[in-house]
C-alpha cells in the first residue's frame, strides 16, 4: 500500500532516505575497496569488475529500496534498475574507481580536474538517474529526478576524490577513510535527491481559481 505524504511524515522519509543512502555507500564502498584490494595482484579481470559493480549496485539499491517500498508502486524493480545504472556507469569508465585513479594524478591545474570530476559525476548521476526513473515515472515532474542526481553524484564525487587523496597509513586506515568517505558520499547524494523524491510524493494540488 503505497503511502500518502504530508507535513508530518515528509521529513521522516527524507531523514530515513538520507540514513538508507548513506548506509548503502558505507557497506558498498567498504566492501568494494576490500575486494578491489584482495584481488588487485590478480590484475584486471572483467568478471571481478562486473561483480563489483554489481554488487555496489545491489547494496544502495535494496538500502534504498527499504525506505521507498512503503511509498512508491513497484518498487521492488528500483533494485534492479540500480544495478543496471551502476553497471552502465562503471562499463563506460565513470566508477569509483576513476577517482581513485584520478588521486594519484598531479594536481597542478586543479580547476580543469575539477571541471572534469564535475562532469564525470554529473555523466554518472545522469546515468543512474535514468534507470531509476522508470521506476517513478509514473510520478508527475519525475524527470527532475534524473537532474537531482546528476546534481548531487557531481558534488558527491568531488566529495570521492578528496576522500581518495588523503594519504593513507596502514591498511585498517585505509578502509576507514573509504568507509567515511561513503558516509559523506551518502549523505550529500541522499540528502539531495531526498529533497526531490519528498517533493515528487507530495500530493499535487491543482491552483484554486
Not at 60 to 66: R, S, T, V
Not at 84 to 98: M, N
Not at 185 to 198: F, K, N, P, S
Request: a positive charge.
Amino acid at each position: 500500500m503505497r503511502r500518502r505524504l504530508n507535513q508530518w511524515n515528509s521529513c521522516s522519509l527524507w531523514e530515513h532516505w538520507v540514513l538508507a543512502t548513506s548506509i548503502g555507500f558505507l557497506v558498498g564502498l567498504t566492501v568494494i575497496d576490500i575486494v578491489g584490494v584482495a584481488t588487485s595482484h590478480f590484475g584486471y579481470i572483467r568478471g571481478t569488475f562486473t561483480l563489483l559493480g554489481a554488487l555496489e549496485g545491489v547494496i544502495l539499491g535494496f538500502a534504498q529500496w527499504l525506505v521507498l517500498r512503503r511509498h512508491v508502486k513497484h518498487s521492488a524493480r528500483w533494485i534492479l534498475a540500480t544495478v543496471i545504472g551502476i553497471l552502465l556507469a562503471w562499463f563506460t569508465g565513470l566508477s569509483i574507481s576513476t577517482v581513485t585513479a584520478l588521486a594519484y594524478i598531479s594536481t597542478s591545474n586543479t580547476i580543469p580536474l575539477v571541471k572534469g570530476l564535475v562532469c564525470l559525476g554529473a555523466v554518472l548521476g545522469g546515468v543512474l538517474g535514468l534507470c531509476q526513473w522508470f521506476v517513478l515515472k509514473q510520478i508527475r515532474f519525475s524527470i527532475w529526478w534524473i537532474v537531482a542526481n546528476a546534481f548531487a553524484w557531481a558534488l558527491g564525487l568531488l566529495v570521492a576524490f578528496v576522500g581518495t587523496g588523503i594519504v593513507r597509513g596502514s591498511w585498517g586506515v585505509h578502509v576507514l577513510i573509504t568507509a567515511a568517505t561513503g558516509v559523506a558520499m551518502g549523505a550529500i547524494i541522499g540528502g539531495i535527491t531526498g529533497i526531490t523524491l519528498v517533493w515528487l510524493l507530495k500530493p499535487y494540488r491543482k491552483p484554486s481559481h
